[in-house]
């Protein structure tokens, strides 16, 4: 019997809370995915103050969640083999935390760990507009090896709910490890 697929979500304190929730509601329909969640203290507030979804809801749908503070989880070991990690949505400070390997949270150290061990790791970033410390961050996240995924707009699918621009992110995000989304409408040309 194979291996399920194990991925490792990260929610840290940008915008965009309900595209980590939406994420996970997506992989936990997918019957070969085991989750580990991983929410900064950030994104809880963000949670509290941006969606009706409680971390309490987002933490139902994972099959594992880790303490962002717990630097001794198995997450944080390149010997616990995982399929990578998506953050989403990804901080500029959780983003610059990770380009400088600056491990002080359990979010940045797996994410550290997957790269180590060469496994994908998506990065959602949410800010806007961009100075140039954000996109050097960015270009040297790129250049290590992690694929930069923001969450942005489009209107060739006929979109027409901010859910359905999620749904759109949600299955650019699903894409990059082979996994189908049946809200993801991609374009036909």
Known sequence: MARKKRIIVGISGATGAQMGY???QALRAVPDVETHLVITEGAKV??????????????????VVHDNRNLAATISSGSFRTDGMIVCPCSMKSLSGM????DDDL???????C????????????????????????????????????PVLTFYNGCQTTMDQVDHVVGKV???FDIEY????PWEG
């Not at 049946?182 to 409408?185: A, I, P, V």
Request: hydrophobic share 50%.
């Open 22 to 24: 939406r994420l996970l």
């Open 46 to 63: 963000i949670f509290e103050r941006e969606t009706d979804v409680t971390v309490a809801d987002a933490e139902a749908l994972a099959d």
């Open 99 to 102: 380009v400088n390997a600056y």
């Open 174 to 176: 699903l894409m990059q």
């Open 107 to 113: 979010l940045v150290r797996a994410a550290d760990v």
């Open 115 to 150: 790269r180590k061990e060469g496994r994908k790791v998506v990065l959602v970033p949410r800010e806007m507009p961009l100075n140039q410390a954000h996109l050097r961050n960015m270009l040297q996240a790129a250049q290590d090896g992690y694929v930069i995924l923001p």
């Open 182 to 185: 049946d809200r993801f409408h």
